[in-house]
């Protein structure tokens, strides 16, 4: 057994189709950390790479003061990696790789298998060894797969399947709990990959896990937001400056409140940036995690087992999740929708904050004291009859508005929610005929990534104040034509604002950052590209 390296607590996987493209990778991964992963199997002949380590840790030692630590992979291709050759070429590259001064090797359980116990300790005497199990379709059973690697004397056992729902995560979580219970320090890797695991890898270090793995940052000017390069290492692998300052993985205990965002999909999703940062500044040890299912029946029981604090609610379940909360308040009824929900000694409690966001920001432009009603003959219109309509008709009631029209692209719909809460239904025909003095538009049209498209034609604005319940992008093609128009104009930005202010006070107790939140939430809008990037294609 090789002395055993004292080791960083995030380790990023170098990859490349060709040497130099591998050693540029990993050169830009030792600027943020000194513990970086080779993938050998990577490039068409890994045999290639091994007279460029040396000087690749001279080199790092020049520039860190320290020796870079190298963790040598060269998986076969039968176990996920890519690796054309034998058990007995792939263990010879991983000796030679360790000879030339790579302190740890992963090696696959299934060439372990193959090549039996004494290759495996020969190999474990050159360098520290990493034995590892990877399922690229689901999380299997754990208990055989523990057995399976146990046979083998390792200095770390790297158990990595794939999330294909939230109790996965929980499972590898309290998988991690049950081996640091048992031994003082960790010998255990344990993560879910793929976007449903991603959770798990932000909690892993928190619950003993020895070291976990992120991507490069990616380069400063680059947009961040079409996801990071085509190829990673591994699906759900986040990047070094998201896992560490956005979500601060190495810094959460066993302790740190969980909260998060709950919908299908959440990738998209500025909350996270926004909750965590409010998080950081009021000195709470708490984390706030991409929470993507679809099943809420499953949901529950993994809440249940993070277990988690709290939690945001969005498309597609905040109208069902109602029927999952064991108390919702009575805006969150009366919209037939939750949006946040807390939990109080096991009990789902929940609120729908989306009333108060629209609340909000029409008391500032009407300046509306905190009790004070829109005046009398304010005639309103929603454009839109879903779930943020519903909303809409519901805070307008709230102000006491008395005429509430409602109009979009399906009449039938419009109607029963005019009938519903007490609006009046308008064929959208009819919108250029009437003057408002607030025009709520309350569909998707105009949101990222399909910014520039406006569901209104400029006549049909004939409002005082046009509020774009879209956010993204803040300012709408919408609201530009508002604006040319003459009207007043409020981004959905202040809804999305008021309302995650709303959901961080329900959690915590505590007054929200707000400007600090605006800015986080504007840094995060602009790093959308315009017109819709590569995305566009997939939504
Ligand atoms: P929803 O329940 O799915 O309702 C969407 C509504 O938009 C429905 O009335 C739908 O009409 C209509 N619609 C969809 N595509 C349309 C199109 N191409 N042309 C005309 N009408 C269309 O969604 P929601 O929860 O109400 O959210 C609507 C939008 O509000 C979101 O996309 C988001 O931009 C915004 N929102 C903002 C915040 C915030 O914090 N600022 C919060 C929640 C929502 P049909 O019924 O005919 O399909």
């Known amino acids: 057994m090789a002395n055993h390296p004292s080791?960083?607590?995030?380790?990023?996987?170098?990859?490349?189709?060709?040497?130099?493209?591998?050693?540029?990778?990993?050169?830009?991964?030792?600027?943020?950390?000194?513990?970086?992963?080779?993938?050998?199997?990577?490039?068409?002949?890994?045999?290639?790479?091994?007279?460029?380590?040396?000087?690749?840790l001279a080199e790092s030692a020049s520039q860190l003061g320290t020796r870079a630590l190298v963790l040598a992979t060269c998986r076969r291709?039968?176990?996920?990696?890519?690796?054309?050759?034998?058990?007995?070429?792939?263990?010879?590259?991983?000796?030679?790789?360790?000879?030339?001064?790579?302190?740890?090797?992963d090696l696959e359980i299934e060439s372990a298998e193959a090549a039996g116990p004494d290759a495996v300790a020969r190999l474990r005497r050159a360098a520290w060894l990493v034995l590892s199990f990877h399922d690229f379709r689901s999380l299997p059973k754990l208990a055989p797969i523990v057995r399976r690697l146990r046979k083998f004397p390792a200095d770390c056992y790297k158990l990595v399947g794939t999330a294909t729902r939230q109790t996965d995560n929980s499972r590898i979580l309290a998988f991690l709990d049950s081996t640091t219970e048992r031994t003082a320090q960790g010998n255990w890797i344990a993560f879910c990959m793929g976007e449903v695991g991603v959770?798990?890898?932000?909690?892993?270090?928190?619950?003993?896990?020895?070291?976990?793995?992120?991507?490069?940052?990616?380069?400063?000017?680059?947009?961040?937001?079409?996801?990071?390069?085509?190829?990673l290492a591994a699906p759900g692998l986040l990047d070094w400056t998201t896992l560490r300052d956005r979500y601060r993985a190495d810094h959460l205990t066993p302790r740190s409140a969980l909260y998060g965002l709950l919908g299908c999909p959440v990738r998209h999703s500025i909350g996270a940036a926004i909750h965590n940062a409010a998080f950081r500044a009021r000195g709470l040890d708490a984390v706030y995690l991409p929470l993507l299912a679809s099943d809420l029946r499953n949901f529950r029981k993994a809440a249940e087992g993070f277990p988690l604090a709290g939690f945001s609610v969005t498309i597609p379940h905040k109208q069902r999740m109602l029927r999952w909360v064991d108390r919702a308040d009575r805006a969150a009824r009366a919209a037939g929708a939750v949006n946040t929900v807390r939990v109080r000694r096991g009990r789902w409690e929940a609120i729908n904050t989306d009333i108060a966001g629209i609340v909000a920001p029409l008391r500032r432009a009407f300046r509306l004291g905190e009790r004070e009603p829109l005046p009398a003959g304010f005639r309103a219109?929603?454009?839109?009859?879903?779930?943020?309509?519903?909303a809409a008709l519901i805070a307008l009631q709230e102000l006491r508005c008395r005429s509430i029209a409602v109009t979009g692209r399906n009449p039938a719909k419009g109607?029963?929610?005019?009938?519903?809460?007490?609006?009046?239904?308008?064929?959208?025909?009819?919108?250029?005929?009437?003057r408002f003095d607030l025009l709520v538009h309350a569909t998707p049209v105009g949101m990222?990534?399909?910014?520039?498209?406006?569901?209104?034609?400029?006549?049909q604005l004939?409002?005082?104040?046009?509020?774009?319940?879209?956010?993204?992008?803040?300012?709408?093609?919408?609201?530009?034509?508002?604006?040319?128009?003459?009207?007043?104009?409020i981004s959905g930005l202040e809804m999305f604002l008021a309302q995650a202010a709303r959901q961080f006070a329900y959690w915590t107790g505590l007054e929200p950052p707000h400007h600090l939140m605006r800015r986080v939430a504007l840094d995060e809008l602009r790093r959308f590209p315009e017109g819709g990037g590569t995305e566009q294609r997939q939504q």
């Open 7 to 56: 080791l960083p607590r995030i380790c990023i996987p170098a990859t490349g189709r060709t040497t130099p493209e591998l050693l540029d990778y990993a050169r830009r991964a030792l600027c943020c950390t000194r513990f970086v992963e080779l993938r050998l199997d990577w490039v068409a002949n890994p045999a290639d790479v091994l007279p460029a380590i040396p000087p690749l």
């Open 77 to 105: 291709q039968p176990n996920g990696g890519r690796f054309a050759g034998t058990v007995a070429e792939q263990f010879e590259v991983l000796e030679k790789a360790a000879a030339a001064g790579c302190r740890l090797v």
């Open 199 to 231: 959770p798990s890898r932000i909690l892993a270090l928190a619950r003993g896990s020895r070291f976990v793995y992120a991507a490069c940052p990616p380069d400063a000017d680059a947009r961040t937001i079409s996801g990071p390069p085509a190829e």
């Open 381 to 390: 219109v929603i454009v839109g009859n879903g779930g943020a309509a519903r």
């Open 415 to 434: 109607s029963r929610l005019a009938r519903d809460l007490g609006g009046k239904p308008l064929p959208l025909e009819q919108l250029e005929r009437e």
């Open 448 to 459: 990222w990534p399909r910014a520039g498209e406006s569901i209104l034609r400029p006549e």
């Open 462 to 489: 004939n409002g005082g104040l046009v509020f774009d319940l879209v956010y993204n992008p803040p300012e709408t093609r919408l609201l530009e034509l508002a604006w040319a128009r003459g009207c007043r104009t």
